[in-house]
């Protein structure tokens, strides 16, 4: 069994800052690559930032430049450095990662956290 929790999320006004981090736990034997997704009410959820195994990052366009993901490989964390927060960021933000689980071999499962609600207010 492998959980993914998130935190940080919260209510911010527009301009401000928020952090995101994901915790993975459990039968780990390797995190591959991570990302963040989001899913905004009535639409569908959508990749924000995403980091491969050897931490190079890749953004949505309208994130590019304000957020910032990286991971803690010793810790099994991701984290979403959001920075110039705007209202359209608003949504409930998921971890996602995939996983080589313990006793599995090299195959990759995937899994995703409960999310954390981002609301920015104008």
Not at 58 to 73: C, E, Q, V
Request: hydrophobic share 35%; net charge positive; aromatic share 8%.
């Amino acid at each position: 069994q492998v959980q993914l929790v998130e935190s940080g999320g919260g209510l911010v006004q527009a301009g401000g800052s928020l952090r995101l981090s994901c915790v993975a736990s459990g039968s780990i034997f390797s995190l591959n690559a991570m990302g963040w997704y989001r899913q905004a009410p009535g639409k569908q959820r959508e990749l924000v930032a995403r980091i491969t195994n050897g931490a190079i990052g890749n953004y949505l366009d309208s994130a590019k430049g304000r957020f910032t993901i990286s991971r803690d490989n010793a810790k099994n964390t991701v984290y979403l450095q959001m920075n110039s927060l705007l209202p359209e960021d608003t949504a409930v933000y998921y971890c996602h990662a995939n996983v080589v689980v313990a006793g599995m071999g090299r195959v990759e499962r995937s899994y995703w956290g409960q999310g954390t609600q981002v609301t920015v207010s104008s």
